[in-house]
């Protein structure tokens, strides 16, 4: 039975942000409706895994990065965050003095790799099981041959929008093409 909605989450009234109900885009494009989801899911998701982890919002986006692809560079952490080096360089220290993350030297070079402590795994763990609760809270209502068209449908977007990506990134000027240009 498509769509039963029964065993969806009971309707709350989320605080919005002035603009957030969308205007006459909002309600028309794919994109800006599934964008304007991902803002919802990545608003909730703040607020849970910071009050979680007693970090900030970019604290425990770097140590979840960091645990599940440890033996990172800065200059990797940064390119896939978005954020610049010298940030997550300042929160790496940070999450170092809490005892969170270490840093390794490369080969006497200036180069350092972060990987997460035991302690820092400890703290990631709980956040791993709050995703898998986001996401069957995020799906509740859906019939399995839902969950199944929605997986397929999210691959082929994603195939989509790496095409589009991968177009853009062409067409960009120099230093543009990797992070957007921003």
Known sequence: MPFDRSDRLAPAQAQL???????????????????????FVKRGSDLLYSRI???????WRLLARVCETP???????????????AQVSRAV??????????RENVGGGPGVRIS????????????????????RDLIAGLADEDREALDRIIAV??????ARLAREQQLA????????GR
């Open 71 to 85: 033996g990172m560079s800065i200059t990797e952490i940064s390119a896939l965050m978005d954020r610049g080096a």
């Open 157 to 162: 977007m994603m195939d989509n929008a790496l």
């Open 173 to 180: 000027g120099p230093g543009e093409g990797a992070r957007g």
């Open 93 to 102: 220290k940070r999450l170092v003095g809490q005892g969170l993350l270490r």
């Open 116 to 135: 997460a402590t035991t302690r820092g795994e400890g703290v990631y763990a709980p956040l791993v099981s709050a995703a898998f609760q986001s996401e």
């Open 53 to 59: 982890s007693g970090l900030s919002d970019f604290e």
């Open 17 to 39: 942000i002035k603009g957030e109900e969308g205007g006459p885009l909002a309600h028309r494009l794919s994109y800006i409706r599934i964008m304007r989801l991902v803002r």
